[in-house]
């Protein structure tokens, strides 16, 4: 079965099957907007397929992939994640009940390992917020069998003592920066140098992930574009000197004008090359 | 539901990026420089009016939607008047030529000429990234107040793809 008709029967599937009751009539008394919603991949080694409230949402599903956003209904989930194959009533891999999908809400669910190296699930709230013309945005997450962690770039700490499941952000100008994932409050690199490109206007997160025992660290990113802001305007000139030229009076016409009609008429083309320069 | 390596995107080829701008008819031969935003919030534009700005982080010829924006300053205290003083006399119909880094040339047609006053600047449509591709050209218009920020308005120059 492909991966779309999955998608096409889940998002159909989940409506009428698992919703709370309570959820269902809000959502009855006042739709909120559906949620954007993809998964990220993170245990290392298992090739996974995904249930949520008892339907396949994706299968065959392989470390270090990223899901295309998908668009569900606000509401509650029960999410499973068996090993690939093993069907609906499968054993667990990992699983999370009642996880909340916001409406309106763009949400990264990863699984991952903890910091004890057990799979787990954790949904994310991706910051889409607009930037400022020129700015993108950072997030990390450390999903990742590992100790605190400090972030850096360009070998500077930029989020420091981050801890598995936390997330860290900043607004930054565009550009390329060398990031280093090390344990935090040491030099001693887990991670990297990789360099990240942060594009205008896109939200890049940087998952660290694997597992520091198993030798397996590595960084996997989703970006999330369309933030942007345009600029505020186009400045002008600085000088005016264009428009005097225009007015065809610069300081020699001026004098031509003086010496020809006289103090009276000088008056007034002064007061008007005021009003225009 | 569709999938994808979530890896560190490679460091893909660079787009060719616009380097020179040519309008005969209005004999505008200009360098192009990458500029972004400037710490007022609107687009940095290069300080010597011989040289117009491309704003990078929006479309750019080479790509496939949206408003390409050039802009450039009229004239400079320190250095005088700039040859986008003749932008105006640009018509419908004349053909705007870009060069790029990969020396590809991008054609487009002009559909209009507009002084629009800075205030009433759409930046939303002007600095589009979606939509047909189109070129603007930027500079200042009207009249020039010193103590009221200076000129009063943008022309603008609109233009479609037509290479």
């Known amino acids: ?277 | 539901m569709r999938t994808h390596a979530a890896d560190l995107p490679t460091v893909a080829a660079r787009s060719p990026v616009p380097i020179r701008l040519v309008v005969a008819t209005a004999a505008l031969n200009m360098a192009v420089k990458s500029v972004g935003v400037g710490a007022d919030g609107q687009m940095a534009l290069p300080a010597d009016p011989t040289d117009i700005g491309w704003y990078r982080f929006g479309p750019g010829p080479a790509d496939r939607a949206g408003s390409v924006v050039l802009g450039g300053h009229l004239d400079s205290r320190e250095f005088g008047v700039g040859p986008l003083s003749r932008l105006r006399k640009v018509r419908p119909g004349d053909l705007i030529e870009i060069t790029m880094t990969d020396r590809s040339v991008a054609g487009y047609r002009v559909t209009t000429v507009k002084n629009i006053p800075k205030q009433k600047l759409a930046v939303d449509d002007l600095f589009d990234r979606e939509g047909s591709r189109r070129l603007r050209i930027v500079t200042c218009g009207g009249p020039y107040d010193a103590d009221a920020g200076g000129y009063r308005d943008n022309l603008v120059v609109t233009a479609v793809a037509s290479s």
């Open chain 1, 1 to 277: 079965m492909s991966f779309r008709r999955i998608t096409a029967l889940t998002a159909a599937g989940l409506l009428l099957a698992g919703l709370p009751v309570g959820v269902a009539a809000t959502a009855q008394a006042a739709p909120t907007a559906d949620a954007t919603v993809s998964v990220l991949h993170a245990v290392p080694g298992a090739t996974v397929d995904v249930y949520a409230n008892g339907k396949a949402l994706l299968t065959n599903f392989k470390p270090g992939t990223l899901t295309d956003p998908l668009k569900l209904p606000a509401g509650s989930y029960d999410l499973k994640v068996t090993a690939a194959g093993a069907g609906a009533k499968g054993k667990a891999v990992i699983q999370a009940d009642d996880v909340t999908v916001p409406g309106g809400a763009n949400v990264t669910v990863v699984a991952h390992l903890d910091a004890a190296g057990k799979p787990v699930l954790t949904p994310y709230v991706n910051d889409v917020s607009k930037l400022a013309a020129g700015k993108a945005r950072l997030t990390v997450r450390h999903d990742a069998a590992a100790p605190a962690v400090d972030v850096r770039a360009g070998g500077k700490p930029a989020f420091k003592s981050l801890t598995n499941p936390k997330e860290a952000k900043a607004d930054l100008p565009a550009g390329t920066i060398s990031a280093d994932v090390v344990l935090a409050g040491t030099s001693t690199v887990a991670i990297g140098p990789a360099d990240v490109n942060l594009k205008e206007g896109t939200n890049t997160i940087v998952y660290a992930w694997g597992s520091a025992a198993g030798k397996n660290l590595k960084l996997a990113v989703q970006t999330i574009s369309g933030l942007h802001h345009n600029p505020s305007g186009i400045p002008g000139g600085t000088g005016g000197q264009a428009a005097q030229l225009d007015n065809g009076s610069p300081a020699l016409g001026l004098f031509a004008l003086l010496a020809v009609f006289g103090l009276a008429v000088v008056g007034t083309t002064v007061v008007r090359a005021r009003v225009r320069s």
